[in-house]
């Protein structure tokens, strides 16, 4: 089954992945407390505007409590902002989603996001007929296609990095990179899995 782009999350814990069709030449970079998905060096140019963006960000919230922010595109830093000023995470997703709206592309492509704090989760995603956003108490996964309403997922790992490599290694089509959170009262592990390499 190719399911697309998906998030899974569980308080304290959460992965993301890249799985495509049309651009696989892609991996995920760390920038320092943000991931970010590009283009492998010999990947052919694209003018997409939604290849490329940043999939996971830990942030900090006014109150000092530690966030990871999952997603498949652009509306990964509007919705890390708003953590940052003070937003639940409830608010902090449904506004971002709605004010970017689904991807304007040849699909319309669903956005996928999770918020992760250490005894929290909430996913969300905005579709052309629908914005859920629910806090959620065991691993859950929304996807940009077919699963693209959050459902249960069987997620095993507890670290990081054996996220990432989880839910690169799951069986579902079109497998490029992946990326994991866990948070703690100590902060964010970000880690990612290009697979190969
Ligand atoms: N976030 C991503 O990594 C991403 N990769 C591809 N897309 C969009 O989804 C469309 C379909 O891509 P694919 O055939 O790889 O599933 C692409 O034309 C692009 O507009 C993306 N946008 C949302 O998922």
Redesign the pocket.
């Known amino acids: 089954m190719y399911v697309?782009?998906f998030v899974v999350v569980a308080p304290g814990i959460g992965g993301y992945r890249?799985s495509?069709?049309?651009?696989p030449n892609?991996r995920v970079r760390d920038r320092g407390g943000t991931l970010t998905?590009g283009p492998t060096a010999d990947a052919p140019e694209t003018d997409?505007p939604?290849?490329s963006?940043n999939c996971a960000r830990a942030v900090e919230t006014p109150t000092e409590e530690p966030l990871a922010v999952l997603g498949?595109?652009s509306h990964v830093d509007p919705i890390a902002e708003k953590l940052e000023r003070g937003y639940p995470a409830r608010d902090a997703l449904a506004s971002a989603l709605l004010a970017l709206d689904y991807?304007k592309?040849?699909?319309d492509?669903p956005?996928v996001a999770g918020v992760v704090g250490a005894e929290s989760a909430t996913i969300g995603t905005v579709r052309r007929d629908a914005l859920l956003v629910e806090a959620v108490e065991e691993p859950t996964v929304v996807a940009?296609y077919e699963t693209d309403s959050p459902e249960p997922y069987d997620l095993t790992a507890t670290d990081a990095e054996p996220v990432a490599t989880e839910l690169l290694g799951a069986d579902l089509e079109?497998p490029v990179c992946a990326a994991g959170a866990t948070v703690d009262a100590d902060g964010v592990s970000l880690a990612f899995d290009n697979g190969g390499d």
């Open positions: 697309g782009r890249v495509s069709r049309s651009f892609r998905v997409n939604y290849v963006y498949n595109g991807e592309d040849d699909y492509t956005r940009t079109h």
